[in-house]
């Protein structure tokens, strides 16, 4: 990942910063980057001699793991399309109130990606640490580990965000000069980065759910909330109030209720135990 970084950067320096050939070119940057990490891997499990190596004479489909991939991964998969479609809608509202919106959000969603990192990895930790102390038939891990990663992720997000919260008139000044565009994106920053603790907690509830053999829960709520809740309430109060603060705490609203229709499900759902899949939720 290092490796396509790095080459990344240089390539885009060199073909969009020197040579100017635009677009396109930082597009070939991030495809021939990628290519080389993906290189990069899959030489490095051939050659391994741990029980993970990749040899290739057994590479071949099995219908079993097929079908459990497919189910674990398609509600994801899923789920980011239909988000990612819904927040080109939200970002469609955000355009109506001019360039220097578009520029004040835009500067905000580069320092909110760096945010959000440690979020999707606590989440992603917990579904694969949830899953494989399922499989060890070690329900207690699951339970400590559920309630260690919630709090560790909860913490680290709301310390970023407090930091964005008073960083954020010189961290959106890094990408521009002018006082409405820093204005827009540090008001956005000041609605919604105390918030990130609900963000964490409702990914963190979602890696656990998939890690509990639950991955269509998660891809229910999330599509019921943070799409169809979000855009529903974005268009139906711009009506009536027409302020961009409505988009913003479009965010903080849903990732509120989220989390509670999150901890409700997880409070009712059992443990799966050792071979017996998945049981049946608590009424």
């Not at 741990?50 to 290739?56: G, S």
């Amino acid at each position: 990942m290092i490796a396509a970084s790095l080459i990344n950067i240089v390539l885009d320096l060199i073909l969009v910063g020197w040579l100017r050939m635009g677009v396109a070119a930082a597009a070939f940057a991030t495809i021939a980057s990628q290519t080389v990490s993906a290189v990069l891997a899959f030489a490095k499990l051939t050659r391994s001699q741990e029980a993970w190596a990749v040899h290739w004479s057994e590479v071949r489909f099995d219908g079993p793991s097929l079908k459990a991939v497919i189910v674990q991964g398609l509600p994801s998969g899923i789920q980011n399309s239909v988000i990612s479609i819904a927040n080109v809608i939200v970002q469609s509202n955000i355009n109506s109130f001019g360039a220097q919106a578009m520029a004040g959000c835009g500067a905000y969603s580069k320092v909110e990606g760096f945010a959000f990192l440690p979020v999707t990895c606590f989440a992603m930790a917990l579904a694969t640490f949830v899953s494989q102390n399922v499989g060890a038939g070690q329900p207690d891990r699951v339970k400590k580990g559920m309630k260690f990663g919630c709090l560790c992720s909860v913490l680290m997000a709301e310390v970023v965000g407090a930091t964005i919260y008073a960083a954020s008139p010189w961290l959106i000044g890094a990408f521009s000069r002018e006082a409405d565009v820093i204005a827009f994106g540090v008001r956005q920053a000041h609605t919604i980065t105390l918030f990130y603790c609900l963000l964490a907690f409702s990914h963190c509830c979602a890696g656990i759910l998939r890690g509990l053999g639950r991955p269509v829960v998660p891809m229910m709520v999330m599509l019921a909330v943070w799409c169809l809740l979000r855009i529903t309430y974005i268009t139906i109060t711009l009506h009536f109030i027409r302020d961009i603060g409505v988009v913003f705490w479009a965010y903080p609203l849903t990732w509120c209720i989220s989390s509670v229709l999150f901890a409700w499900y997880i409070l009712h759902c059992p443990i799966p135990k050792l071979g017996g899949g998945a049981p049946e939720v608590k009424a």
